[in-house]
């Protein structure tokens, strides 16, 4: 049968060897004006309303659905007529009034450049009261995630003495020291590669997503050293030849290479794919996977059976109240850093500090409730402005991809504590600066206004007695120094706010009190607007369609092999196909299937072009008589 070329048909040469599928209340629009916070009187009587329950915060007055394009554009018309602070002298005072500093950690936050004012800070007093009422209770454990009934831990991982049930505490320290001698005995080569005896292991590759990915990315982009004891790849998709990637450059060393499945659900399609994969690769190699396979996962879970079942090399747990976006101090951040020579301790002990600054009730003294006051300010608390995340220094360029998950996953809800629909949330993105100067800067400075800039300063641009004045008293990093105080300034002059944290070096305590900060700000903020941080419905809507998508694709491969088993091979039509597979309505679905099959070899086309899927008629290329008679 003679196979019509097409963009999506495959050439008749190239025959599949059989047809399997794949393994398995609404408010008016909102103005600052209009969001002009309940009176006094109002906020007080919902603060006595929620002290009563973690998870009820104070009822919302700021307006829900905030038409971004018209709420935005009310706000900026209103700030412009109120104007940012312009005289220096003004401006040098409300810089000092508002910097904080954090000695020991050598961190300071700078709000200046965000134009709240004193009646918006004292407006907004009751509802910080009641946040940090609400965070206390949740430090305490109480269910702050009450969709899943789950206590929301993170802040015991650096002080387990915090957590409520000694059990817990002793969970918690045992996991830590268990991960810490496990990095040790691989780094120092008492435990070896099964393969070569006298060797060691070289690198790792971790298999995750999302929680389960970012945190370690971010970190070893920020913090592994030059030539780590153990290189780091990840596999953070399904995408086969991304996957492919990884393995073909790991080549031999596969054979010294750790493998850390990370998920804590155990279930998470991409994670299962990407370890059937690694499995295959290592089969081929002649390798045995379980005795360089690590798993952390909560107990119990798929995961955690199966490297049980199969004696894998070790497993960690992932507590049930610890969440994906929040687990860089758990195991699933701990174990890649220790691996690489980080020294995890200190990042332990720099969130450990952070957490105590954060939990101070004046808001003043507060980091990440100053930062929770900017957002909510420059965002009018329904996520107007989007946040722009720009670190100068090349090691933090994960930090707005890791803050992406934490702030939008957490915030971007559909409905608030009440049910009431508010659609919040906060769009984050960003790279790096200055090398965002040639890209974008460009739009901030003059284009649309609509987001405000965080600034990350590094101070030390290298480390001691490597500097040198590239011209005379300028280094390099004096350049970096500069595009930064340029931007912020130049972005200010033109009523672009911004907030600038700084931090002397980056170290393990220094990101381990970043990650403390933001993951602080993001509960607050949450607690704030009222909404549960903790939780993700939204994600479950795009898995359960991805898997209606894989049904019936293997329904259409019954229905292509059925056809394609007779003699002669019956090529079909998409509108057979749907009919036979009783889904005519998902006409379209089966038409990208069917072309997503060609590209793949899987599927070839008798006539027509996928382009005008009218003209298609598909088969398979070889019956698969077993799959006929199942
Ligand atoms: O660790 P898991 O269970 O594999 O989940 C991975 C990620 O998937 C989500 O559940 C949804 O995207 C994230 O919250 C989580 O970090």
């Known amino acids: 049968m003679a196979s019509v070329s097409g963009i999506c048909s495959s050439s008749p040469s190239l025959k599949p060897k059989a047809a399997m599928p794949p393994g398995q209340s609404p408010s008016p629009p909102a103005r600052r004006d209009s969001v002009s916070f309940p009176s006094r009187s109002k906020l007080a009587a919902d603060h006595r309303a929620q002290s009563h329950s973690v998870t009820h915060s104070v009822a919302r007055e700021v307006p829900a659905d905030l038409s971004r394009a018209t709420g935005g554009a009310e706000m900026v018309a209103r700030k412009e007529k109120k104007g940012l602070e312009k005289d220096p002298r003004a401006l040098w005072k409300r810089y000092v009034d508002w910097l904080y500093q954090h000695k020991e950690l050598g961190l300071f936050l700078d709000v200046s450049r965000i134009g709240f004012t004193e009646e918006f800070v004292e407006e907004m007093e009751p509802r910080f009261e009641a946040t940090f009422k609400a965070m206390d209770e949740l430090e305490k454990g109480a269910i702050a995630n009450p969709d899943e009934g789950r206590m929301v831990g993170h802040y015991w991982l650096r002080k387990p003495e915090l957590a409520p049930k000694p059990i817990l505490k002793s969970q918690i320290e045992k996991t830590l020291d268990a991960l810490c001698s496990f990095a040790d005995d691989v780094v120092s080569g008492k435990i070896k590669p099964p393969s070569s005896p006298e060797g060691r292991f070289t690198q790792i590759l971790s298999v995750g997503i999302g929680g389960s990915a970012l945190g370690p990315q971010f970190v070893a982009e920020a913090l592994a050293p030059d030539n780590p004891p153990l290189k780091i790849r990840f596999i953070d998709n399904t995408d086969p030849a991304g996957i492919d990637h990884q393995i073909a450059q790991l080549g031999p060393e596969l054979a010294s290479t750790i493998v850390i499945v990370i998920s804590k659900s155990g279930g998470t399609p991409e994670t299962r794919n990407g370890l059937l994969e690694v499995q295959k690769a290592f089969r081929e190699a002649g390798l045995e996977f379980a005795k360089q396979g690590v798993a952390i996962t909560q107990e119990n879970s798929l995961l955690d059976n199966t490297a049980r079942i199969e004696g894998w090399l070790a497993r960690f747990p992932m507590f049930d109240w610890v969440g994906g976006r929040t687990s860089e101090m758990s195991a699933v951040g701990l174990l890649p850093a220790a691996l690489q020579g980080i020294n995890v301790r200190e990042m332990l002990a720099g969130a450990a500090l952070m957490d105590e600054a954060t939990r101070t009730t004046v808001v003043k003294n507060n980091p990440a409730a100053l930062l929770a006051l900017c957002w909510y300010w420059a965002s009018d608390g329904v996520g107007s402005k989007d946040m722009v995340i720009l670190p100068y220094k090349d090691s933090l360029l994960l930090f707005s991809r890791y803050l992406q998950q934490l702030v939008m996953e957490s915030l971007g809800k559909e409905f608030d504590l ?54 005379p008293g300028v280094t390099c990093g004096d350049y970096l120094f500069g595009m930064l105080q340029g931007t912020r300034s130049a972005l200010y002059a033109n009523n672009r706010e911004s907030i600038t944290v700084t931090v002397q070096e980056v170290t393990p305590r220094s990101v381990g009190a970043l990650i403390a900060l933001y993951e602080r700000a993001v509960g607050i903020y949450a607690s704030l607007v009222n909404i549960n941080a903790y939780h993700q419905p939204g994600v479950e809507a795009g898995k359960k369609a991805a898997a209606e998508v894989l049904a019936l694709q293997k329904r259409v491969l019954a229905v292509l092999n059925e056809a394609s088993c007779k003699e002669p091979v019956e090529p079909l039509t998409l509108e057979e196909v749907a009919e036979r597979c009783h889904a005519p309505e998902d006409i379209e679905m089966i038409h990208k299937i069917i072309a997503h099959m060609a590209a793949n070899d899987r599927a070839l086309m008798a006539e027509g072009i996928c382009g005008s899927p009218r003209s298609v008629k598909v088969y398979l290329g070889e019956c698969n008589i077993d799959e006929l008679y199942a």
């Open 418 to 471: 009440d049910g009431n629909k508010v659609n919040q949330g906060l769009t984050v993105y960003g790279n790096k600066g200055s090398t965002d100067q040639h890209a974008y800067i460009q739009q901030l400075r003059e284009g649309v206004h609509n987001f405000f800039v965080t600034f990350i300063e590094v101070l030390r641009d290298r480390p001691p007695g490597h500097d040198w004045e590239l011209e």
